[in-house]
């Protein structure tokens, strides 16, 4: 209630908003309207600030997969308890937290996410950041990163679409091909440009109808340009990836991705 202090609102105007149910008491010094978001006022009533996947999620970023635990951001001096059903991280921040704070700074949201997730979901979840322009390559080098976060700012480019697209350079690096993402041919991007002429297109859910129709002519537009295009879908990427792989080896093997 500090803030409200300071903006010129007594403790009687406060009070007098709680008995008409405008506003609702949180914990001592904290108070919410009454259609705040839940997330956040369980952070605030926990002393806590909400982080890492949970915290990109909310950000529109990349992240593999949400948990019914919200991942939190926790000072063991700090008054409050912890969540139900919540994640709690008790790291020391890359940047300080504003004592008013319910969410994380970005730069602690990918701290978290590098040591939580596996390195292909944590990739994944920078390269969005970087790819919404929240944060800059330059801008995250002057941090102290731990190393599992530095091994993934030395991989991380602003480039990727989307995760699956990141998912594919670790994959594939050891093809020894160049391997660009978010190319322009014919008038579209691609997904992925493996060698010269070797197309991946990866699918989400809203390839259908009118966008599965623009798809389908943008492949044939490719093949006439010399290009051999292997489409694929979400589920094939995350649960059959053998399968993908062998797609790519083949058509590597037969000298698919060269130029004429």
């Not at 790291?91 to 008013?100: C, G, K, L, N, Q």
């Not at 700012?153 to 690096?173: K, M, Q, S, V």
Request: aromatic share 6%; glycine share 8%; charged share 25%.
């Amino acid at each position: 209630m500090q803030s409200l202090h300071d903006d010129g609102v007594g403790r009687h105007a406060i009070a007098e908003a709680v008995a008409a149910g405008e506003l609702v008491r949180v914990r001592r010094g904290w108070v919410s309207e009454p259609d705040a978001d839940p997330v956040l006022v369980s952070a605030a009533r926990a002393g806590v600030v909400v982080t890492c996947v949970s915290q990109a999620a909310r950000l529109g970023l990349w992240v593999h997969a949400t948990t019914d635990k919200v991942h939190v951001g926790a000072d063991p001096r700090a008054a409050g308890g912890k969540p139900e059903r919540a994640h709690v991280h008790w790291a020391a921040p890359i940047v300080p937290r504003d004592p008013d704070a319910l969410v994380d700074p970005i730069e602690n949201v990918l701290a978290l996410v590098a040591s939580c997730r596996p390195y292909e979901q944590a990739l994944a979840t920078w390269e969005s950041a970087l790819n919404k322009k929240l944060v800059t390559l330059e801008a995250l080098a002057g941090y102290q990163w731990k190393p599992a976060a530095r091994r993934i700012l030395t991989e991380a480019t602003p480039f990727a679409d989307a995760g699956l697209e990141t998912y594919l350079r670790p994959r594939l690096r050891w093809l020894k091909l160049p391997i660009r993402t978010q190319t322009w041919i014919a008038g579209h991007r691609v997904d992925v440009l493996i060698g010269d002429r070797l197309v991946l297109q990866i699918d989400g859910g809203h390839h259908v109808g009118a966008q599965r129709d623009e798809d389908n002519r943008h492949d044939a537009e490719l093949r006439l340009m010399g290009y051999h295009v292997i489409r694929i879908g979400y589920t094939q990427m995350m649960s059959a990836w053998p399968v993908v792989q062998d797609l790519i080896m083949r058509a590597v093997a037969q000298g698919l991705h060269r130029a004429a």
